[in-house]
């Protein structure tokens, strides 16, 4: 196979890549960019498998590693997206970066240890055997090693660094998502500590030193020392972040994860690790600036690690009990059932229960009694960017029907019945008061329609950890339970 092959081939995949994000930014293309992504990473791994064999002359036993890893991580993968429920994407997306992460520090390693196997220094392997040391080589272990150049070395230290913080800071954040684990650092609730943050700018800057001290003498000691010190700025990065961040987190290290794919793929001098990198990379970083401005947060303390500090003030203390109206699935019912038009905010309640199917029928039966019937989504409801998005689409939910916040949010005034699933947080008008943990974060405006229906587990606070003004308000009321179980009572009480 010709490098000219090679280079095409490569060049179709980047067309399929940037194909592939422009049809995931709007629900009606995702099918088609997921297809074009698929074909794009197809194209790419088969000409990468052919090239390495090639590099082997044509040796079985190369075909047979790179088979092998495909069939591994093919395996792996299918099985994994097999299982996976909807309500842990955000945990398997968080997984998935950690490999990537991994495999950036792998390729790190390998390179420092054997950088003529990448064919990033072009001295024979005859003359590793000289006797004198030639001018840029080291010696090393008694045999004289082509140094690596220093272009080379800058690119190696920056995507093994950041491909460590990705590893490390994905796990916990996949642990922080699951919820499950007693383990302190896997726990929703931000960790946090006297001096934290000064901790961890000592060790960004010794992280940085250690890296310019390999770059500067191809220290073996440096370098990994360095991926030592990224490996717990990683921990240290995300433990002081609270779950009501999370999309963030995962937007983040979207980010981070192409950031470091793009730097070995300049040290290796593979033009479709950069190009696929540099694309993971800047649309996880736009795609994080989004959420930041979702959440009124600041972009470069979400790159820092250092906005989760407002959490711990909101959760503490014991809440005031206040009295709420409640009503039953047949009293919202009879409320939908004589609305003119309804909005449906959709939140991660919804997801745990599975009731994306349930909600798409009531929407259905309400819409053939003549209700108009729209869906609104806030950026970081659930646990991802797009969450909800994905659960509506999986229920064949209308597009036409699901509205993003701006666009929606002029329209809850005129609306007659707003009925929230399961959200909380984006709901809340504690948004709008001065000195709130959320002030300045833009919510749906639900608090805006003439009467609301809020199904809750419970009146549990949401991540925030703070109460909603707008379960209390004279025009609301709540229906307590599951809510899958309540969207069909309400469905069936409409027949």
Same mark, same amino acid.
């Given at each position: 196979m010709s490098m000219n092959l090679v280079t095409l081939l490569y060049l179709v995949a980047s067309v399929c890549f940037i194909q592939a994000l422009k049809g995931l930014s709007?629900?009606?293309?995702? +099918?088609?960019? &997921?297809?074009? @992504?698929?074909?794009?990473?197809?194209?790419?791994?088969?000409?990468?498998?052919?090239?390495?064999?090639?590099?082997?002359?044509?040796?079985?036993?190369?075909?047979?590693? /790179?088979?092998?890893?495909?069939?591994?991580g093919g395996t792996a993968g299918t099985i994994m997206a097999q299982r996976v429920e909807m309500t842990k994407m955000p945990e398997l997306v968080a997984f998935m970066h950690s490999m990537i992460g991994l495999a950036a520090v792998f390729i790190g390693v390998a390179a420092v240890a054997e950088p003529w196997a990448f064919g990033i220094t072009s001295a024979p392997v005859?003359?590793?055997?000289?006797?004198?040391?030639? /001018?840029?080589?080291?010696?090393?272990?008694?045999?004289?090693?082509?140094?690596?150049?220093?272009?080379?070395?800058?690119?190696?230290?920056?995507?093994?660094?950041?491909?460590?913080?990705?590893?490390?800071?994905?796990? $916990?954040?996949?642990?922080?998502?699951? @919820?499950?684990?007693?383990?302190?650092?896997?726990?929703?609730?931000?960790?946090?500590?006297?001096?934290?943050h000064m901790l961890n700018l000592a060790l960004g800057l010794l992280t940085v030193g250690l890296g310019l001290v390999f770059v500067a003498t191809e220290s073996w000691t440096a370098f990994f020392a360095m991926l030592a010190l990224a490996f717990v700025m990683g921990v240290l990065m995300i433990i002081p972040i609270g779950g009501a961040d999370m999309p963030v987190v995962v937007s983040m290290l979207n980010s981070y994860s192409g950031w470091a794919a793009a730097g070995? *793929?300049?040290?290796? &001098?593979?033009?479709?690790?950069?190009?696929?990198?540099?694309?993971?990379?800047?649309s996880g970083a736009i795609l994080s600036y989004i959420m930041c401005k979702a959440m009124n947060r600041s972009f470069f303390s979400v790159i820092l690690g250092g906005f989760g500090a407002e959490a711990t003030t909101a959760m503490g203390g014991a809440k005031e009990q206040r009295p709420v109206k409640t009503g039953s699935a047949d009293d919202a019912a009879f409320v939908l059932g004589n609305a003119e038009t309804v909005i449906i905010v959709p939140g991660y309640g919804l997801a745990v229960a599975r009731a994306q199917h349930a909600v798409n029928e009531l929407a259905e039966k309400l819409t053939h009694k003549g209700v108009k019937v729209k869906y609104a989504i806030h950026p970081v409801a659930g646990r991802m960017p797009g969450h909800m998005?994905?659960?509506?689409?999986?229920?064949?939910?209308?597009?036409?029907? /699901?509205f993003e916040m701006e666009d929606i949010n002029g329209e809850f005034g005129q609306a007659d019945v707003a009925i929230i699933l399961g959200a909380?947080?984006?709901?809340?008008?504690?948004?709008?008061?001065? *000195?709130?943990? +959320?002030?300045?974060?833009? $919510?749906?405006e639900a608090y805006r329609a003439k009467t609301v229906i809020v199904n809750k587990r419970s009146m549990a606070a949401g991540y925030a950890g703070l109460d909603n003004e707008l379960f209390y308000m004279d025009k609301t009321m709540m229906v307590f339970g599951d809510a899958k179980k309540v969207v069909e009572d309400i469905g069936k009480a409409l027949e």
């Open positions: 709007h629900p009606t293309s995702s +099918i088609r960019g &997921n297809a074009f @992504g698929m074909a794009g990473m197809l194209i790419a791994v088969l000409t990468t498998g052919a090239l390495i064999v090639q590099l082997a002359g044509g040796a079985v036993l190369g075909l047979g590693w /790179v088979l092998l890893g495909l069939l591994v005859a003359a590793l055997l000289g006797v004198s040391t030639p /001018v840029g080589s080291v010696l090393v272990d008694g045999m004289v090693v082509p140094a690596i150049p220093y272009g080379n070395r800058l690119e190696l230290f920056l995507g093994a660094a950041i491909g460590a913080v990705t590893f490390s800071g994905s796990v $916990i954040a996949f642990g922080k998502l699951s @919820g499950k684990y007693k383990f302190r650092l896997f726990q929703g609730a931000p960790v946090q500590f006297k001096g934290q070995i *793929g300049f040290s290796l &001098n593979n033009s479709m690790l950069i190009i696929a990198g540099s694309l993971v990379g800047s998005n994905v659960l509506l689409a999986e229920a064949e939910v209308p597009y036409d029907q /699901v909380n947080d984006v709901v809340n008008p504690a948004a709008h008061t001065k *000195g709130s943990a +959320i002030y300045g974060m833009p $919510i749906l």
